[in-house]
T-cell receptor
Framework: IAGITQAPTSQILAAGRRMTLRCTQDMRHNAMYWYRQDLGLGLRLIHYSNTAGTTGKGEVPDGYSVSRANTDDFPLTLASAVPSQTSVYFC????????????FGNGTRLTVT | AQTVTQSQPEMSVQEAETVTLSCTYDTSESDYYLFWYKQPPSRQMILVIRQEAYKQQNATENRFSVNFQKAAKSFSLKISDSQLGDAAMYFCAYRLRSGTYKYIFGTGTRLKVLA
């Protein structure tokens, strides 16, 4: 079944540790995104990529980095995790056409202690 | 900067009744897309309905319809004949037609359906 795969599903991480959240899509979508979801704040864009080889900053990029070496993969790295990065992280993609909606992965629940 | 506002953190509706969730947005652009997403307890994000700003006709998908008021920058979601399975968080989202591919989301409305 075509879609977006995120890993891990959940993770408890000690503050100061490095963590990479994985995201892979098999829909050949050009654009990919990382959002974080926090209660009362909705979904906030962390980073995005319009096409392989390019990335851009969203609303809350600090403390996060991304890369887009190919069309399918868009990993999100926390270089040194802090408790405020405790959140649910969603990877999403879109075909890039103007009317295309976002397709979401099932999310990663990250707890930084 | 574009912003999306959902002023109702929580709503309740009786099963089989109709409920309307509100969404307003702020933009200086004239051409854009609007979306409603549903997030049930499973955490999955599901597209409910989308609206193109240059189309005056309100979008409908079965029991879901929107009331799009472009001048007022309002995009409310109406759910008719509410069912228990409609209980979820609902997010309104905005995307410019051209330029950046960013989608901006509101803070969400939690809908409870009462049996």
């Amino acid at each position: 079944i075509a879609g977006i795969t995120q890993a891990p599903t959940s993770q408890i991480l000690a503050a100061g540790r490095r963590m990479t959240l994985r995201c892979t899509q098999d829909m050949r979508h050009n654009a990919m995104y990382w959002y974080r979801q926090d209660l009362g704040l909705g979904l906030r864009l962390i980073h995005y990529s319009n096409t392989a080889g390019t990335t851009g900053k969203g609303e809350v990029p600090d403390g996060y980095s991304v890369s887009r070496a190919n069309t399918d993969d868009f990993p999100l790295t926390l270089a040194s995790a802090v408790p405020s990065q405790t959140s649910v992280y969603f990877c999403a993609s879109s075909s890039g056409t103007v009317s295309s909606p976002l397709h979401f992965g099932n999310g990663t629940r990250l707890t930084v202690t | 900067a574009q912003t999306v506002t959902q002023s109702q953190p929580e709503m309740s509706v009786q099963e089989a009744e109709t409920v309307t969730l509100s969404c307003t947005y702020d933009t200086s652009e004239s051409d854009y897309y609007l979306f409603w997403y549903k997030q049930p307890p499973s955490r999955q994000m599901i597209l409910v309905i989308r609206q193109e700003a240059y189309k005056q006709q309100n979008a409908t998908e079965n029991r879901f319809s929107v009331n799009f008021q472009k001048a007022a920058k309002s995009f409310s979601l109406k759910i008719s004949d509410s069912q228990l399975g409609d209980a979820a968080m609902y997010f309104c989202a905005y995307r410019l037609r051209s330029g950046t591919y960013k989608y901006i989301f509101g803070t969400g409305t939690r809908l409870k359906v009462l049996a």
